[in-house]
């Protein structure tokens, strides 16, 4: 249970480890794509994971990242595969994002760190535990963001219920900040969530 | 888009760091001082424009001929981490000089998604070899602007009085989104201005 709930508040990869930025900022204008992204990380993070923690005693040490970044880019290929079959506007605007999941310092970082010291059923937890944390980190900024910046929050649409998948904020919505949706608003929500999250930490230890 | 054209924007307009969010984890992890930030900043921009040159001719002669693109992102990374192994032992071996001063921050590249990044970059944008090569260079010398320009922020902030809760990594995403702000000075109508 610990490695699973981990990566949500103490070992947050975004907002405690500081790992995987450039995704967390860029994709994070609406909040679909910030679960988009989560949900694709989680994928490749728990196949990487499984695979690497099954084949840790075969791959020599001395090429132990070589070979660690091939499993992870070729998940990241069938990911980006699929999400260009099934998902295609999802994908066309995370856009390059989507591949460049391979060099996300979470993926390469939990292999090191995790999977190759443990077992397959610790790695799958440790990795569901990570990409939940990952998940609903970019949930939160894209929520800030899109609110404050565009006044709406999109979520997939629902056809059966008439949801057209955009909820609008009244008052917002007329009026919206369009600096937070772009790069400089990212950064800045980043750094006052990264400083209040100091200061709960701060405030637990005394 | 001219040779020019290309080094404005990925100089200042499309900034890898500040407007498109690539290479942000040296941004935050490497800019404490001065002398490592112009390290960092060198040794990605001769490895960007290097990779950006080699990933250009694996795709356009090696995959497309074999109708493989989908390996794409595989043979990217393994080309980059490679590269940079050898840049590695090239510049060890010819001058130790210069790998005192890159060595310890060459390994860190091949995790930056700025390389790989301006690599898929100029496959999607359709550039020719030279558009390429440029757009690396540019990329990295935008990056080592923005680098250097975070750094010496920093340095500054040292002397001055945050509050605790910001202290380190909080201020520096701020000290960076103003920066940003600034740089969006620079925009389209900006290019269309200089060069028609």
Known sequence: ?206 | MTYIGILITYVFISNLILSQFLGLCPFIGVSKDLESATGMGFAVTFVMTIASLVTWMVYHWVLIPLHVEYLQTVTFILTIASLVQLVEMIVQKYSPALYKALGIYLPLITTNCGVLGIALININEGYNLMEGFMAGLSAGLGFMLALILMSSIRVQMRTERVPRAFKGIPIAFISGGLMALAFMAFDKALLTNLIG
């Open chain 1, 1 to 206: 249970m610990k490695e699973l709930t981990k990566g949500i508040y103490r070992e947050n990869p975004i907002f405690v480890l500081v790992l995987g930025l450039c995704p967390s900022l860029a994709v994070t204008t609406q909040v679909v794509n910030g679960i988009g992204m989560g949900v694709g990380t989680m994928f490749v993070l728990i196949c990487s994971n499984i695979m690497i923690s099954l084949l840790k005693n075969v791959i020599p040490n001395e090429i132990h990242i070589p070979a660690y970044i091939v499993v992870i880019a070729s998940f990241v290929t069938i990911l980006d595969l699929l999400m260009q079959a099934y998902v295609p506007a999802l994908s066309a605007s995370l856009g390059v994002f989507v591949q460049l999941i391979v060099v996300n310092c979470i993926i390469l970082g939990r292999a090191e760190a995790y999977a190759s010291s443990h077992g397959v059923w610790d790695s799958i937890k440790d990795a569901i535990g990570m990409g939940i944390g990952f998940t609903l980190s970019l949930v939160l900024i894209a929520l800030i963001r899109e609110s404050l910046g565009a006044g709406t929050i999109t979520l997939f649409p629902i056809e059966s219920l008439g949801f057209s998948g955009e909820i609008s904020i009244p008052g917002l919505v007329d009026a919206p900040a369009r600096v937070m949706t772009l790069s400089a608003g990212a950064l800045l929500v980043m750094g006052y969530l990264k400083a209040a999250i100091n200061r709960v930490n701060e405030r637990k230890g005394r």
